[in-house]
C-alpha cells in the first residue's frame, strides 16, 4: 500500500511524480504528497484526500517548474488519520531531509521515545516521520551520506519501501527496500525509482528490481546499488518490460472495473496460449515452467482475499481431476499458526499482484520448510513471482481497479490448466470430461453473452441498489463464487453482504431473512442443483427476496416464485463457475455506479496490500 516515486533527471519534477502518482492511486489515495529541491531547499506540499487536491494546490505554486529532482508519494493510512499533516513526504527535524515511505516500520514507538529523548519534535503521528528523524541522526555520525541513510534503514524493523531527497545532496536520491516494492526506471539522462511500473512507463521500459536489504544512489546519469548491511557494490540485471500504457489506461470506459471485467474473453484466451497441444488423439494441457516439477504428494494453496477466493475454487477441480489432498488457507492466518506441511508438499502462492505482505510471508514460510513454492501472479517481476521457485504467470495484464475481477477469472483458468496438467500425470482418463475443450470454447462464449448479461445486471442493479444487506449463497464450486460476489459488492459500493454455503444457512444466517434482506443464490446446472433449489425454498419460505443465478439448462421448476431469475448460457458445469462469476462482478458494478460511488478507488481500500 501507498504509492511511491522519485525522479531525478533533467526535466521538470513535479509535472513527472504527479504523473507517476496518477498511475499509482491505485495503491492509496489518503493523501498525496511531493517534495522538490527549489534553489538549494526542499519544497515539500501536500494534500489530504486524492491527488487531484495536491494538484490543484500545485497548480498555484508555478515556482516548482524549476526542480528538476523530487519525490512523491500517495498514501494509504497505517499510522494517523488520512489528514495533511500525515501526508508524505515527512522531513527531518533540521527540514533538510525529507522520505516517502510505504509499508510499516514495526519499532518507530521504541524509535520514536529514543529521538525525543534527544530533543526530537513530531508532527505528525506516522512512523514515517520517526524514520525521517533517525536517517538524520544516522546520518550525522557518518562518514557519508548513504552510510547514514543505510545504518538508519539497518535500525528500521517492519516492512517498507523508502525513498529520501536532501538538500544536501540534491543530485541524488536514495532508496531503500525491505519486503515492500520498489524498483529503479533507468532512462535516457534521467532515472525514476516507484513502487510500480506504470508511474514511470511513459519514460522508460528498462527497469531494476531492488531485493530486500538493497539501497540504491540514484543520480541523473548514473546509479548504484549496494548491500545494505556491507554497503558493497551489486549487479544488476536490467529487465525490459515489454506491455504499453495502453493496458493500463481505460480505453474510452467510464471505469478500469468494466473495462477489466468486459476484458475477461481475452484474458482466458491470453491466459490458455501456448499451454495446450494436439497430440494424434486429443488436445491436452502444457505447462512448460512445471516440467522439473516433482508429483507432490499433497498441495496447500495460499492467499489473500480474491486470490484466496480463486484459490477454494481451485481446489474443488485440483482433488478431483488430481487426487492430490488440496487445502487452501487464507495467509494472513497460515504464516502465523506454525502449519504442518511436509516437505514434499507443493505450495501454491496465488496473488495478482505478487507483492501481498501476508502471501509473500506464507511463501516465504514454506521455503523455511523445505516446500517447492509455485507463484501463481500476475505483475510479472512481483516479489512473488521472484522468489517462488517456478512462477505461473496469470497473463491478465494491468489490473488498476481495486476490486479484482479479471485476474481471479485468470486465476481460475490457470488454476483448471493446473487440475488438468496434474490430473494427466496420473489419470488417463482426465480428458474423457470435455472439460478442457469447454474451457476452449469459454472466450467466445462469454464474449457473446456478454452484452446481454450487462444489460440485464444494470436492470437488476438499479432494484436492489437501496438493500443494505444480502446474502450469496452457493454450494461445492459456487461457494467460493459466492463469497467473491459478496466481496465484490461490499467493497465497491458499501452494502453490507455475506457468501456462504446454501447449506449453512438453516444454521443460523437464515434468521435475518426477512423482505428487506435479499439473497444472490447461484443455481448453476451442476449436481448440486437441487439442492441449492431447497435452499432457495427455504429462502422463500422466510419472505426473503431472491435472485437466482441460472442456466438455460437447468430444470429451475417453474414455480419456484423467485424474484428474478437471471438465466445464463448452458456449458459445462465448471465452466458455468466463469459465467457467474462475470455476472455478480456486474451486478456489483452496476449498483455501486447507480449508487455513484467511488468504483475504481473505494474507501478505506488499496489494490496492492504491503502491509500486514
Ligand atoms: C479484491 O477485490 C481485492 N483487490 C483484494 O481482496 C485482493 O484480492 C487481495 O488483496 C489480494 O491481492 P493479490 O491478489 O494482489 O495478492
Same mark, same amino acid.
Given at each position: 500500500?501507498?504509492?511511491?516515486?522519485?525522479?531525478?533527471?533533467?526535466?521538470?519534477?513535479?509535472?513527472?511524480?504527479?504523473?507517476?502518482?496518477?498511475?499509482?492511486e491505485?495503491?492509496?489515495?489518503?493523501?498525496?504528497?511531493?517534495?522538490?529541491?527549489?534553489?538549494?531547499?526542499?519544497?515539500?506540499?501536500?494534500?489530504?484526500?486524492?491527488?487531484?487536491?495536491?494538484?490543484?494546490?500545485?497548480?498555484?505554486?508555478?515556482?516548482? &517548474?524549476?526542480?528538476?529532482?523530487?519525490?512523491?508519494?500517495?498514501r494509504?493510512?497505517?499510522?494517523?488519520?488520512?489528514?495533511?499533516r500525515?501526508?508524505?513526504?515527512?522531513?527531518?527535524?533540521?527540514?533538510?531531509?525529507?522520505?516517502?515511505?510505504?509499508?510499516?516500520?514495526?519499532n518507530?514507538?521504541?524509535?520514536?521515545?529514543?529521538?525525543?529523548?534527544?530533543?526530537?519534535?513530531?508532527?505528525?503521528?506516522?512512523?514515517?516521520e520517526?524514520?525521517?528523524?533517525?536517517?538524520?541522526e544516522?546520518?550525522?555520525?557518518?562518514?557519508?551520506?548513504?552510510?547514514?541513510f543505510?545504518?538508519?534503514?539497518?535500525?528500521?524493523?517492519?516492512a517498507?519501501?523508502?525513498?529520501?531527497?536532501?538538500?544536501?545532496?540534491?543530485?541524488?536520491?536514495?532508496?531503500?527496500?525491505?519486503?515492500?516494492?520498489?524498483?529503479?526506471?533507468?532512462? &535516457?539522462?534521467?532515472?525514476f525509482?516507484?513502487?510500480?511500473?506504470?508511474?514511470f512507463?511513459?519514460h522508460?521500459?528498462?527497469?531494476?528490481?531492488?531485493?530486500?536489504?538493497? +539501497?540504491a544512489?540514484?543520480e541523473k546519469?548514473?546509479?548504484?546499488?549496494?548491500?545494505?548491511?556491507?554497503?558493497?557494490? *551489486?549487479?544488476?540485471?536490467?529487465?525490459?518490460?515489454?506491455?504499453?500504457?495502453?493496458?493500463?489506461?481505460?480505453?474510452?470506459?467510464?471505469?478500469?472495473?468494466?473495462k477489466? +471485467?468486459l476484458?475477461?474473453?481475452?484474458?482466458?484466451?491470453?491466459?490458455l496460449?501456448?499451454?495446450?497441444i494436439?497430440?494424434?488423439?486429443? /488436445?491436452?494441457?502444457?505447462l512448460?515452467?512445471?516440467?522439473r516439477?516433482?508429483f507432490?504428494? %499433497?498441495? %496447500?494453496?495460499?492467499?489473500?482475499?480474491?486470490?484466496?477466493?480463486?484459490? $477454494?475454487w481451485?481446489?474443488?477441480?485440483?482433488e478431483?481431476?488430481?487426487?492430490?489432498?488440496?487445502?487452501?488457507?487464507?495467509?494472513?492466518? @497460515?504464516?502465523? /499458526?506454525d502449519?504442518?506441511?511436509?516437505?514434499?508438499?507443493?505450495v501454491l502462492?496465488?496473488?495478482?499482484?505478487?507483492?501481498?505482505?501476508?502471501?509473500l510471508?506464507?511463501?516465504?514460510?514454506?521455503?523455511?520448510?523445505g516446500?517447492?513454492?509455485?507463484? $501463481?501472479c500476475?505483475?510479472?517481476g512481483?516479489?512473488?513471482?521472484?522468489?517462488?521457485?517456478?512462477? $505461473?504467470?496469470?497473463?491478465?495484464?494491468?489490473?488498476?481497479?481495486?476490486?479484482?475481477?479479471?485476474a481471479?477469472?485468470?486465476?481460475?483458468?490457470?488454476?483448471?490448466?493446473?487440475?488438468?496438467?496434474?490430473?494427466?500425470?496420473?489419470?488417463?482418463?482426465v480428458?474423457?470430461?470435455?472439460?478442457?475443450?469447454?474451457?476452449?470454447?469459454?472466450?467466445?462464449?462469454l464474449?457473446?453473452?456478454?452484452?446481454? =448479461? &450487462?444489460?440485464?445486471?444494470?436492470?437488476?442493479?438499479?432494484r436492489y441498489?437501496?438493500?443494505?444487506?444480502?446474502?450469496?449463497?452457493?454450494?461445492?464450486?459456487c461457494?467460493?463464487?459466492? *463469497?467473491e460476489?459478496?466481496?465484490? $459488492?461490499?467493497?465497491?459500493?458499501?452494502?453490507?453482504?455475506?457468501?456462504?454455503?446454501a447449506?449453512?444457512?438453516k444454521?443460523?444466517?437464515?434468521a435475518?431473512?426477512?423482505h428487506? @434482506?435479499?439473497?444472490?443464490?447461484?443455481? =448453476?446446472?451442476?449436481?448440486?442443483?437441487?439442492?441449492?433449489?431447497?435452499? +432457495?425454498q427455504?429462502?422463500?419460505? %422466510? &419472505?426473503?427476496?431472491?435472485?437466482?443465478l441460472?442456466?438455460?439448462?437447468?430444470?429451475?421448476?417453474?414455480?419456484?416464485?423467485?424474484?428474478?431469475?437471471?438465466?445464463?448460457?448452458?456449458?459445462?458445469?465448471?465452466?458455468?463457475? @466463469?459465467?457467474?462469476?462475470?455476472?455478480?462482478?456486474?451486478f456489483?458494478?452496476?449498483v455501486?455506479?447507480y449508487?455513484g460511488k467511488?468504483?475504481?478507488?473505494?474507501?478505506?481500500?488499496?489494490?496492492s496490500?504491503?502491509?500486514?
Amino acid at each position: 500500500m501507498c504509492g511511491i516515486v522519485g525522479y531525478n533527471g533533467y526535466k521538470p519534477a513535479v509535472s513527472i511524480l504527479t504523473e507517476g502518482l496518477s498511475h499509482l492511486e491505485y495503491r492509496g489515495y489518503d493523501s498525496a504528497g511531493v517534495a522538490l529541491i527549489h534553489e538549494g531547499k526542499l519544497a515539500v506540499h501536500k494534500a489530504a484526500g486524492k491527488l487531484s487536491a495536491l494538484e490543484a494546490k500545485l497548480d498555484t505554486a508555478l515556482h516548482l &517548474q524549476t526542480g528538476t529532482t523530487g519525490i512523491g508519494h500517495t498514501r494509504w493510512a497505517t499510522h494517523g488519520l488520512p489528514e495533511e499533516r500525515n501526508a508524505h513526504p515527512h522531513l527531518s527535524q533540521d527540514g533538510k531531509i525529507a522520505i516517502v515511505h510505504n509499508g510499516i516500520i514495526e519499532n518507530f514507538q521504541e524509535l520514536k521515545t529514543e529521538l525525543l529523548a534527544k530533543g526530537h519534535h513530531f508532527i505528525s503521528d506516522t512512523d514515517t516521520e520517526v524514520l525521517a528523524h533517525l536517517i538524520e541522526e544516522e546520518i550525522s555520525s557518518s562518514s557519508s551520506i548513504c552510510d547514514g541513510f543505510a545504518k538508519a534503514l539497518r535500525r528500521a524493523h517492519g516492512a517498507y519501501a523508502v525513498v529520501m531527497l536532501t538538500s544536501d545532496r540534491p543530485d541524488v536520491l536514495y532508496a531503500g527496500r525491505m519486503s515492500a516494492p520498489l524498483l529503479l526506471g533507468i532512462g &535516457q539522462n534521467e532515472n525514476f525509482v516507484a513502487s510500480d511500473v506504470p508511474a514511470f512507463l511513459a519514460h522508460t521500459r528498462d527497469v531494476i528490481f531492488l531485493e530486500d536489504y538493497e +539501497i540504491a544512489c540514484i543520480e541523473k546519469d548514473a546509479w548504484k546499488i549496494f548491500s545494505l548491511d556491507g554497503l558493497s557494490p *551489486l549487479e544488476k540485471k536490467v529487465h525490459h518490460i515489454t506491455w504499453d500504457m495502453q493496458s493500463a489506461s481505460k480505453d474510452g470506459f467510464p471505469h478500469f472495473m468494466i473495462k477489466e +471485467i468486459l476484458e475477461q474473453p481475452r484474458v482466458i484466451k491470453d491466459c490458455l496460449a501456448g499451454r495446450i497441444i494436439a497430440t494424434p488423439d486429443r /488436445r491436452q494441457v502444457t505447462l512448460n515452467e512445471l516440467n522439473r516439477l516433482a508429483f507432490p504428494s %499433497r498441495l %496447500r494453496i495460499v492467499g489473500c482475499g480474491t486470490s484466496y477466493h480463486a484459490g $477454494l475454487w481451485g481446489q474443488h477441480l485440483i482433488e478431483k481431476l488430481s487426487g492430490i489432498p488440496t487445502a487452501v488457507e487464507i495467509a494472513s492466518e @497460515f504464516r502465523y /499458526r506454525d502449519p504442518l506441511l511436509c516437505p514434499d508438499e507443493l505450495v501454491l502462492a496465488v496473488s495478482q499482484s505478487g507483492e501481498t505482505a501476508d502471501t509473500l510471508a506464507a511463501l516465504r514460510l514454506a521455503k523455511t520448510k523445505g516446500c517447492q513454492v509455485i507463484g $501463481l501472479c500476475n505483475v510479472v517481476g512481483s516479489s512473488i513471482a521472484r522468489e517462488a521457485d517456478i512462477v $505461473l504467470y496469470t497473463q491478465a495484464g494491468p489490473e488498476i481497479s481495486v476490486a479484482s475481477t479479471k485476474a481471479m477469472c485468470s486465476q481460475m483458468t490457470l488454476l483448471s490448466l493446473l487440475a488438468l496438467f496434474l490430473g494427466q500425470e496420473k489419470n488417463p482418463s482426465v480428458y474423457d470430461d470435455p472439460f478442457l475443450e469447454a474451457l476452449i470454447a469459454l472466450p467466445d462464449q462469454l464474449s457473446a453473452a456478454l452484452p446481454e =448479461m &450487462q444489460e440485464y445486471s444494470a436492470r437488476l442493479a438499479k432494484r436492489y441498489s437501496a438493500a443494505h444487506n444480502f446474502y450469496y449463497l452457493g454450494r461445492g464450486q459456487c461457494y467460493p463464487l459466492a *463469497l467473491e460476489g459478496a466481496l465484490k $459488492l461490499k467493497e465497491i459500493s458499501y452494502i453490507h453482504a455475506e457468501g456462504y454455503p446454501a447449506g449453512e444457512m438453516k444454521h443460523g444466517p437464515i434468521a435475518l431473512i426477512d423482505h428487506n @434482506f435479499p439473497t444472490f443464490a447461484l443455481a =448453476m446446472n451442476d449436481i448440486l442443483f437441487p439442492k441449492v433449489e431447497s435452499n +432457495i425454498q427455504e429462502v422463500l419460505a %422466510r &419472505q426473503g427476496q431472491v435472485i437466482a443465478l441460472v442456466q438455460n439448462n437447468n430444470s429451475m421448476r417453474p414455480d419456484l416464485p423467485v424474484d428474478d431469475l437471471w438465466v445464463l448460457p448452458s456449458c459445462h458445469p465448471v465452466v458455468s463457475s @466463469f459465467f457467474a462469476l462475470t455476472a455478480m462482478q456486474l451486478f456489483s458494478y452496476h449498483v455501486a455506479d447507480y449508487l455513484g460511488k467511488d468504483i475504481d478507488q473505494p474507501r478505506n481500500l488499496a489494490k496492492s496490500v504491503t502491509v500486514e
